[in-house]
């Protein structure tokens, strides 16, 4: 078993805090065939701001919003491991311009059509 490139430690540090944000909040991922209104799309990109700031923050976005953080983050982290099959090197280090890039551009451009793809939530322990 080979070992684990940068994509995929970015993509297992993104799958625990989605994990570890909805055993906090109590939440899980909405279902694969909705998404979010405009109004939580807009909401999440202020929450996603703030949680690129500080990936281990506690943030406290409305309940209505806190799966769509949660998928923002799934979504990311399955690009990632999707990067890390690819074999391609040398991601960015998760700085917060580039957790913005993905969190909020990246998921308007394209990560919001293919989330519904995305896996399920590891579990995390209490």
Do not use: Y
Not at 79 to 108: N, Y
């Amino acid at each position: 078993m080979s070992t684990m490139n940068s994509w995929g430690i970015i993509s297992a540090t993104l799958l625990k805090t989605a994990a570890t944000l909805g055993h906090a909040w109590q939440q899980v991922l909405p279902s694969r065939d909705c998404l979010p209104s405009v109004a939580q799309d807009a909401l999440c990109d202020r929450w996603c701001r703030e949680l690129a700031a500080d990936l281990h923050a506690a943030i406290e976005p409305p309940v209505d919003v806190r799966p769509w953080v949660m998928v923002r983050l799934v979504a990311m982290a399955e690009k990632a491991e999707e990067l890390s099959h690819a074999g391609e090197t040398g991601p960015p280090p998760l700085t917060e311009p580039v957790l913005r890039m993905f969190l909020i551009d990246e998921w308007h451009k394209r990560l919001s059509r293919v989330w519904k793809r995305t896996r399920e939530l590891p579990s995390v322990a209490a």
